[in-house]
């Protein structure tokens, strides 16, 4: 048996007096897709935050591929070192809604210095590297521009090959398309679904339903804080049962959606 | 006011350039390495740095001088006046540079830095690679007007022997009695540098990329 890709087990969540997150299990598959959906404070970008550790859960564990994230298994539970956290976090990429790339160093210079710094690569290969990630996202001409020079489409595709040159087996996105005008999400969804039709095990707080609908294997459904739901596409929305996913579904589905119903 | 006295003084503020250049960029490296301390999470660390800059944003540069200028020789180090007049202004710059940088590390935005923490970097790299250099970009026009500032503290190194514009423009008027022009010159020699530092400081902003709104 393999292990899950990702493993949330019963992770609640409080900021102060707070409940965000309340004992969410779930898994996600190696290889596949889960769409995060719910309403605006449902606690997706904090679940998705506490997969990577960057938010740390108030109880509750998660498994990366097996191994513990965050804290170590077993009867004398620690925090692990920053450099155990590195490695597992080594395994996951992150793509922010607000692409969150290094104003200071151009999409070239973003891409490859983790390989530099972190991997240790020499500068011409780091940069060569890069350059082939950056040409996956169709972005080569723009290699030497910095961030400001960039639309935001060309910025979360930055961001994107940036994660992917350190070779994650995990991807996660939050709301990746959603700091973009309308006509700049399509490019960046464009690589999103070449990615998942590659295998990449992906995770995707998305409002994006069409693409939830048509390139995740499961949807999760979030409400509160607590997950109503985590089946595929065609469960959640062909039938929802669950009246506050029918109420949310009703508020945010889009035309083309809708006719999934 | 002859050539020969006008060429005296050009000599001498040589020597100011030299001591505020060096002072500037040792201070800057020390500001840095303070902001460091202040945000590596030991409390000793950051009660040090926090120690360090009151002392000398609240001691008058001109005590701060005198201080080590007497202390030295006491604890037993005999050091050139160059040497003494670039410790005690890179010092006294450290700690307001420090300050100013405070203000370009706080404006660093989270997600820049959870994005290094992603890519794998340590605590270290991140501030090395990431943190400073954004902050060093915000604060810049604050580091070009602290430039300024210490061309015209240099003025006070005087007192530990050395002799910088004001210094020279200072004997001159003693043995020439004609002490108007002089000082009339040495500052137009002043305003000429900080004009010049001014505008390389303008050019080197407008050529940096990444500053906020560009
Ligand atoms: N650092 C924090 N401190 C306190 N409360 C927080 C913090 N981060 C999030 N919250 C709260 O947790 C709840 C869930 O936030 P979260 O950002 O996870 O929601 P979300 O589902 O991603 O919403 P959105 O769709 O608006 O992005 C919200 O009520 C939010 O106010
Ligand atoms: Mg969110």
């Not at chain 2, 604050?142 to 005087?158: C, F, G, T």
């Amino acid at each position: 048996m393999t292990d899950p890709a990702i493993n949330v087990s019963h992770v609640s969540k409080q900021f102060g007096e707070t409940q965000v997150l309340r004992d969410i299990s779930m898994q996600v598959e190696a290889g596949k897709v889960s769409c995060l959906i719910g309403p605006s404070g449902s606690g997706k970008s904090t679940l998705l935050r506490c997969m990577a550790f960057l938010e740390q859960a108030t109880s509750g564990s998660i498994h990366i591929e097996g191994e513990p994230l965050g804290f170590t298994d077993g009867p004398q539970r620690r925090r692990q070192s920053p450099a155990e956290l590195r490695r597992v976090r080594s395994r996951i990429g992150m793509v922010f809604q607000q692409f969150n790339l290094w104003p200071h160093m151009t999409a070239l210079g973003n891409v490859a210095i983790a390989l530099r710094k972190v991997r240790g690569m020499s500068r011409s290969d780091a940069e060569d590297r890069a350059m082939a990630q950056l040409d996956k996202v169709g972005l080569k001409e723009r290699a030497h521009h910095y961030p400001a020079q960039l639309s935001g489409g060309q910025q979360q595709r930055v961001a994107i090959a940036r994660a992917l040159a350190l070779d994650p087996t995990i991807m996660l996105f939050d709301e990746p398309t959603s700091a973009l005008d309308p006509e700049l999400t399509g490019e960046v969804l464009n690589v999103m679904r070449q990615l998942a039709s590659e295998g990449m095990t992906m995770v995707v707080v998305t409002h994006e339903i069409g693409f939830a609908a048509s390139v995740g294997n499961r949807i999760a459904f979030l409400d509160g804080g607590r997950l109503l739901f985590h089946d595929t596409p065609q469960a959640v929305f062909a039938a929802p049962r669950e009246p506050r996913l029918e109420q949310f579904l009703d508020t945010y589905l889009d035309r083309g959606a809708s006719m999934l119903k | 006011m002859t050539w020969k006295l006008f060429s005296l003084l050009l000599e001498a503020s040589l020597m100011t350039i030299l001591v505020s250049a060096v002072s500037i960029l040792m201070g800057l490296v020390m500001a840095i390495v303070l902001s460091g301390l202040r945000m590596s999470g030991s409390r000793v660390a950051d009660a040090g740095a926090g120690v360090f800059i009151s002392f000398f944003r609240g001691v008058p540069l001109l005590v701060q001088l005198l201080l080590i200028f007497n202390l030295l020789p006491v604890i037993g180090i005999t050091l050139p006046s160059l040497a003494t007049a670039i410790i005690g202004l890179s010092l006294c710059t450290a700690a307001y540079q420090a300050e100013n940088l405070r203000g370009g590390f706080e404006g660093v935005a989270p997600g820049l830095i959870e994005s290094a923490e992603m890519a794998g970097f340590t605590r270290m790299q991140s501030f090395i690679y990431i943190r400073t250099p954004i902050a060093l970009r915000m604060t810049f026009p604050a580091l070009v007007n602290e430039a300024i500032l210490i061309l015209k503290a240099s003025s006070l190194v005087s007192v530990v022997g050395l002799i910088e514009l004001t210094k020279m423009a200072q004997n001159l008027s003693a043995s020439t009695y004609r002490p108007l022009p002089i000082f009339a010159a040495a500052g137009v020699i002043y305003l000429a540098i900080n004009l010049v530092v001014a505008a390389i400081g303008q050019r080197a902003e407008n050529a940096l990329p990444g500053l906020p709104g560009k």
